[in-house]
């Protein structure tokens, strides 16, 4: 049973940073792509980033490019997503999610395209 077991959220002021980490676990880590989603009260989840974790292939939501960066290590089977001058309006669960290993995704991928969810992380960002 895949498993993606999310950590890192906390709570911090605008301009610092955070680093969120998704554990995967319950398949064979590689081929596929993995990712953050993030949903504020009354919003609709929205994706963040993805990485092919096989090789280096990375892409990002226009909104977070030069703030966020995403990054895999493959001994580890874990995901991350360091993010750097955060804003209040970063404020939100953070969902990691995977696809099916093999299955291509489209960008920007779409929440109803999501294989696998993490239970979240709540990031909180004060003014």
């Known amino acids: 049973q895949v498993q993606l077991v999310e950590s890192g959220g906390g709570s911090v002021q605008a301009g610092g940073s955070l680093r969120l980490s998704c554990a995967a676990s319950?398949?064979?880590?590689?081929?596929?792509?993995m990712g953050w989603f993030r949903q504020a009260p009354g919003k609709q989840r929205e994706w963040i980033a993805a990485v092919y974790t096989r090789g280096i292939n990375t892409r990002y939501a226009e909104f977070v490019k030069g703030r966020f960066t995403i990054s895999q290590d493959n001994a580890r089977n874990t995901v991350y997503l360091q993010m750097n001058s955060l804003k209040s309006e970063d404020t939100a669960m953070y969902y990691c999610?995977?696809?099916?290993?093999?299955?291509?995704?489209?960008?920007?991928?779409?929440?109803?395209?999501?294989?696998?969810w993490g239970q979240g992380t709540q990031v909180t960002v004060s003014s």
């Open positions: 999610a995977a696809a099916e290993v093999g299955r291509p995704v489209r960008f920007p991928w779409g929440a109803d395209r999501v294989n696998y």
């Open positions: 319950g398949y064979t880590y590689g081929g596929n792509w």
